[in-house]
């Protein structure tokens, strides 16, 4: 089992999530974050004065799947959450040792 972890712009958090589900890939955990990479943050005027905005606000979504699905989900998302522009946002793969289902104490990919 993997665990993908993807940070998208706020906007193609539906997009993706719609995607994920044509796909046939139910169920994923979102939070909403704040941080940077390659693009600084930016810049913004209130009031007429201008503020560095250093941690710019993003959404990450967490999807745990199968090792037989894994290349679906990443190209899935890659593709709904893609704008060609930077602050488009990272995806993350990490291997996962083990999933419970608290309701049942199914294991594994059962769990899932």
């Given at each position: 089992m993997k665990k993908v972890e993807a940070?998208?712009?706020?906007?193609?958090?539906?997009?993706v999530k719609n995607a994920l589900t044509d796909q046939g890939i139910h169920g994923m955990t979102v939070a909403e974050v704040r941080g940077f990479g390659r693009q600084k943050g930016h810049t913004e005027m209130?009031?007429?004065t201008e503020y560095a905005v250093d941690f710019v606000p993003k959404v990450k979504l967490e999807v745990v799947c199968a090792d037989s699905v894994l290349q679906t989900v990443i190209d899935t998302i890659l593709r709904a959450a893609q704008t060609g522009q930077i602050g488009d946002g990272k995806v993350f793969v990490t291997e996962l040792a083990e999933s419970i289902r608290i309701r049942t104490g199914e294991t594994g990919e059962d769990a899932l």
């Open positions: 940070i998208v712009r706020h906007h193609k958090l539906e997009d209130y009031r007429g």
